[in-house]
């Protein structure tokens, strides 16, 4: 099969799990590009790409419908932008080996997708817990609620650039309790404009170190983009829960593999 096919396939697959869950660009995407047989650096420079991309009519219409909390979204993108930046300038003059930058990006990779996973099985009840321990007289966006997220945010920054996973799935559950009076739409709608934000810049970065393989990323899109739309129209009948317990277990066991093997 050609290899165009190949990728546009991927393309749709990753796709039609965004749209039925509404994660999986990066934990997915990486993955599979790697298991195609491209080096570390290029697919998690492409998926960032591709990343910000695919999300970014999603955070439009978030956007349109007034969900997204700005005063977060500037706190989080306060950290997390600055640390992408020094990374991707660590990166550039570092000087690491190929197999060094592959070997360090596998690892980290393994690292957030164990978090992702256990974010995604853990979400309901993190919120609730978070939403229970909280008064309800409580200020939805505190200075320290804040203060914590640009912390948050430097911390996600270097983390996202060198594995391209975690922006919406861990992104949203630190949201969630830091700020669990927030709205479930307002938090989804803030995280997902923080995560195009970050993984536009980060990938732009990669980009310009030639660590996007632009024909892929245009094979990715062109099997995503009709596949997400698919997706997200059936996933108001799909049991989310049961979606999530097996999107997250899956990258659980994505992650063992990366991690040791």
């Given amino acids: 099969m050609p290899a165009d096919a190949v990728y546009i396939m991927a393309g749709a697959l990753v796709g039609f799990c965004i749209g039925l869950t509404g994660v999986g660009g990066g ?3 990486t993955p599979l590009l ?4 491209l080096p570390a650096p290029t697919a998690i420079g ?9 999300k970014a009519g999603s955070a439009w219409i978030h956007w349109r419908q ?12 306060c950290g997390s932008l600055p640390s992408a930046l020094l990374t991707l300038d660590i990166l550039h003059h570092s000087h690491l080996a190929h197999r060094g930058l592959d070997l360090l990006m596998h690892k980290i990779l393994a690292g957030m997708l164990l978090l992702t996973g256990i974010s995604l099985i853990g979400k309901q009840r993190l919120q609730a817990h978070a939403r229970h321990k909280t008064p309800h007289t409580a200020n939805t966006i505190s200075r320290r ?7 948050t945010g430097l911390i996600l920054g270097p983390l996202i650039t060198l594995s391209s996973v975690g922006a919406g799935a861990i992104g949203v ?14 938090l989804m709608g803030s995280d997902v404009v923080h995560a ?7 990938g732009l970065g990669h980009q310009q170190m030639g660590r996007v393989d632009l024909h ?6 062109l099997g995503s983009l009709p596949a997400t739309l698919i997706g997200t129209q059936l996933s108001t009948r799909a049991p989310e829960a049961t979606l999530r317990y097996i999107l997250g277990t899956t990258l659980l066991l994505v992650a063992g593999k990366f991690a040791f093997f």
């Fill in 173 to 186: 559950v630190v949201l969630m309790l830091l700020y669990p009076r927030l709205r479930t739409h307002e």
């Fill in 46 to 54: 492409t998926d960032l790409l591709y990343a910000s991309i695919t």
């Fill in 34 to 37: 790697l298991a195609l047989g």
């Fill in 216 to 221: 892929l990323l245009f094979s990715l899109c």
């Fill in 196 to 202: 195009v934000l970050l993984s536009a810049v980060a």
């Fill in 27 to 29: 934990s997915l995407m």
């Fill in 66 to 77: 007034q969900h997204v909390r700005w005063p977060v979204v500037i706190a989080l993108a």
């Fill in 145 to 151: 609620s804040l203060a914590l997220s640009t912390c």
